[in-house]
């Protein structure tokens, strides 16, 4: 079992800090860094203008955000549970957290539920508008070897900004495309406006 790197204690989480740890290990660090040693706060004229020009860029943020990488969905539940926002996207500088993001279906709120054939379909809102879903049926789950791992993924789906489902299943590649598209999308309109 891993230790938490910050309260030496056992953590059922694949990465090496509990949440709560990784938080307020942050939160020091953060207001230490931002209140002592960073420049940008006395120099920009709005908190828009600190977020889009300086903020989404800086390494102490993108540090905040490793919790989406390596299977600790912790740092972004509760954000997942809602709408995977415009920051949590820009967040997602490389295809390790992007994966972490769908690694993390089964914390997507429940869009629908169909207990007599064992089907539930998990749904995460993107903020182009479109959402990926993660369907998956009772008797998918397999362990091999009697581990703890379950070998077998959902079937996931792409619902384009339209509402429109496209057809068939993707695969992970098509999710991870989409995500990656919308950061450049976002990135984009944030260098036009500055």
């Not at 891993?2 to 509990?18: I, N, Q, R």
């Not at 969905?73 to 709408?83: D, Q």
């Not at 967040?91 to 089907?119: F, Q, S, Y």
Request: proline share 4%.
């Amino acid at each position: 079992m891993a230790v938490c790197k910050k309260c030496g204690k056992e953590t059922d989480y694949p990465v090496v800090f509990h949440p709560a740890c990784w938080e307020t290990a942050f939160e020091q660090a953060l207001k230490t860094f931002c209140d002592e040693y960073c420049r940008w706060p006395r120099e920009c004229a709005s908190e828009e203008e600190l977020e889009e020009k300086h903020c989404f860029d800086c390494g102490l943020v993108h540090m905040m955000n490793l919790g989406l990488t390596g299977g600790q969905e912790g740092m972004m539940k509760e954000k997942l549970k809602m709408k995977l926002t415009e920051q949590d996207v820009l967040c997602l500088t490389n295809n390790e957290k992007r994966k972490a993001v769908l690694a993390a279906w089964r914390d997507w709120p429940v869009w629908a539920d169909v207990p007599e054939i064992g089907l539930t379909v998990h749904r995460l809102d993107l903020p182009d508008g479109g959402a990926f879903t993660a369907s998956w049926y009772a008797g998918d789950d397999f362990f091999p070897g009697g581990g703890t791992r379950n070998a077998n993924r959902p079937r996931f789906h792409l619902i384009g900004h339209d509402g429109k489902l496209a057809h068939g299943s993707q695969g992970e590649s098509v999710l991870l495309e989409q995500l990656q598209q919308i950061r450049t999308d976002l990135v984009r309109r944030i260098r036009k406006r500055g």
